[in-house]
């Protein structure tokens, strides 16, 4: 029974790679994404259960032998949330994280239509914010695979730093 539920749950995780796919989303940010909600939740939970078992022990007016193995078990709570948050809801994060980036993808792309057709009807000229996007990306797709490289850890220190600040 727990190995027909475990294949059946990892086949729905795969069909959410089938539906980023589709979608034209890259599943690994959905997946990563979600992994780090999970992450996130879980310590909110443990630190929830931890404040629970402060204000119980502080309210009693003697301390019972369990106490100390339920500080002991507790200190594993922020794992054991996860566990159950992967096992059991963690498809369904990926497809909310599918369908927001979907959302957010073709919001964009109105969005720079949009511009576009104003910048047209204001200059006369076509696609101007198209273009610009299209010249950065081949300058960037020109460089060598170091350099991208390079590039790509320069921007995530700098989104480091920013979150850091």
């Known amino acids: 029974m727990i190995k027909r539920y475990f294949e059946n749950y990892f086949s729905r995780v795969k069909a959410t790679k089938q539906v980023s796919k589709d979608g034209g989303i890259n599943w690994l940010?959905?997946?990563?994404?979600?992994?780090?909600?999970t992450v996130v939740v879980s310590f909110y939970l443990a630190q929830a259960v931890w404040f629970m078992l402060d204000i119980w022990q502080s309210a009693q007016?003697?301390?019972?032998?369990?106490?100390?193995?339920?500080?002991?078990?507790?200190?594993f709570s922020a794992t054991i949330f996860m566990t159950i948050i992967v096992f059991t809801i963690q498809d369904k994060i990926i497809m909310f994280f599918i369908k927001l980036n979907s959302f957010t993808n073709n919001q964009i792309f109105k969005g720079i239509s949009k511009?576009?057709?104003?910048?047209w009807r204001k200059y006369g000229k076509e696609n101007m914010i198209t273009n610009a996007i299209?010249?950065?990306?081949?300058?960037?797709?020109?460089?060598s695979n170091k350099e991208k490289q390079i590039i790509t850890y320069a921007l995530?220190?700098?989104l480091g730093l920013l979150l850091l600040y």
């Open 29 to 37: 940010i959905p997946l990563l994404n979600s992994l780090l909600i």
């Open 61 to 75: 007016t003697y301390e019972p032998w369990y106490m100390e193995y339920l500080w002991q078990f507790s200190s």
């Open 115 to 119: 511009i576009d057709m104003l910048l």
């Open 134 to 143: 299209w010249k950065l990306q081949m300058k960037y797709m020109n460089r």
């Open 156 to 158: 995530i220190a700098c």
